[in-house]
């Protein structure tokens, strides 16, 4: 394994994937992410972005399994940021992995939607673009700073039906229910960790990791309560470990009156997975291209 990597991430890769897989991921983490962002339909559509790129030399090339990404060739994010697209809400950097939940969520127009944990809000905007601004979005977030951030975003991004919420979503009414959920739970990201960057290795023990995994349960036990009988949500997560993907799930649907509904991944077969332990769920392998990622729906029964 890497010498770069954490040694209890390490420990814990190897356990779950066993030296070639883990090696996979080392290499994954030591690669240079490649700079990617969506077109903002709400603000320009996928033709006026790549033509407004284009027009500064910046190229880009299409994503197969979502129309409006793209990967961006030979510019830096502050190339993008510098750009009038960017600053008037026309393009959202943001990962590729980070743009796969949404759509599998699948959420409709007339939806009342929740986001459980919104900020900064790539993916509440993002449902907010899917669904052309006909879905009822509620947004929350606990951390203060970052649902200011997630604020200025949800307006920078002409996101016109998203209440923001600064609240700890634990602590919502269970008398609220919503036809759709996403949970992008707060995680270790040890998907995300990129080994020339010091500010991405994160801190990974086993008290992190004991705290992450309670709330993630927790939430997702929420989740189950806030979901409309037959209805379908999203657990997602930056981390590519069973204990905060796959375990949360068994441990969540043991309680709960709720089951797996298998992903359709039909166009996403050129992105990279690992194996998961449930059939049906995602996680995605990092490479130059994507982070570390793992996708589950589930369905509260009827
Ligand atoms: N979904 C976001 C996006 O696409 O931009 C990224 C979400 S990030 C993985 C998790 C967020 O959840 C953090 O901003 C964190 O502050 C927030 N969070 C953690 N625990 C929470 C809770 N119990 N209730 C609401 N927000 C929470």
């Known amino acids: 394994m890497h010498e770069g990597v954490p040694a209890y991430l390490a420990q814990l890769l190897v356990q779950q994937y066993g030296e070639e897989i883990a090696e996979r991921i080392a290499a994954g983490y030591e690669a240079q ?12 559509d996928r033709q006026e972005a790549r033509l407004a790129l284009e027009a500064q030399g910046i190229e880009v090339s299409p994503v197969s399994w979502y129309d409006d990404a793209m990967i961006v060739h030979g510019a830096r994010e502050d190339a ?15 990962s590729l992995s980070s743009m796969i939940p949404p759509v599998l969520l699948g959420a409709k127009p007339g939806e009342n939607v929740l986001d459980m944990a919104a900020a900064p809000g790539g993916k509440t905007t993002q449902i907010a673009a ?10 929350c977030e606990m951390n203060k700073i970052r649902a200011d951030r997630l604020r200025y975003n949800v307006q920078r991004q002409g996101a016109s039906r998203v209440t923001v919420m600064n609240v700890d979503s634990r ?3 269970d008398l609220f229910s919503f036809d759709r959920i996403l949970l992008d739970a707060p995680c270790s990201g040890s998907g995300t960790v990129q080994l ?20 993630q349960e927790t939430l997702l036990l929420k989740a189950l309560r806030l979901l ?26 043991k309680k709960g009156n709720a089951e797996v509904v298998p992903l359709d991944l039909t166009g996403f077969e050129s992105v990279p997975q690992l194996p998961v332990t449930i059939p049906g769920t995602l996680c ?9 990622f793992f996708v589950a729906k589930i369905r509260r029964k009827k």
Request: proline share 4%; with cysteine.
């Open 130 to 139: 899917l669904t052309g601004n006909r879905a009822m979005i509620t947004a």
């Open 171 to 173: 602590s919502l009414d």
């Open 80 to 94: 993008i940021t510098a750009l009038e697209i960017y600053e008037r809400g026309g393009v959202y950097l943001q």
């Open 33 to 44: 992410r490649a700079v990617t962002l969506r077109a903002n339909p709400l603000k320009a």
């Open 196 to 215: 020339g960057n010091p500010r991405s290795k994160g801190q990974f023990n086993k008290a992190n990791l004991d705290k992450t995994t309670k709330m």
């Open 284 to 292: 995605v392998c990092p490479d130059e291209l994507y982070e570390g």
């Open 228 to 253: 409309r009988p037959g209805c379908e949500m999203i657990y997602s997560t930056c981390s590519v470990l069973a204990q905060e993907n796959e375990n949360i799930v068994t441990k969540v649907l």
